[in-house]
């Protein structure tokens, strides 16, 4: 009986890394978070490329910092 209830955990987990593979590649959604979350833009005091998520934006123009944003 314990021998069953290992090889059913065995193969859920199996099945769940299987799944979660499969989908991976097969959902365009995901693709399109990352390309938007990946998008670079430049620091308008210093030029440094960071991401749009974590840049500042101020007088529309991104800014790394909030000191470039007061420099800028
Ligand atoms: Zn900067």
Redesign the pocket.
């Not at 620091?43 to 440094?48: E, F, M």
């Given at each position: 009986m314990q021998y069953l209830v290992i090889l059913a955990l065995i193969v859920g987990v199996y099945f769940f890394f299987i799944r979660e593979r499969g989908t991976k590649p097969a959902s365009p959604k995901k693709d399109k978070t990352q390309e938007t979350s990946n998008e670079m833009v430049a620091?308008?005091?210093?030029?440094?490329y960071?991401e749009v998520d974590e840049a500042l934006l101020s007088n529309a123009k991104y800014?790394?910092?909030k000191?470039?944003v007061r420099?800028?």
């Open positions: 620091c308008s005091a210093c030029g440094i960071c800014y790394c910092s000191e470039c420099r800028g």
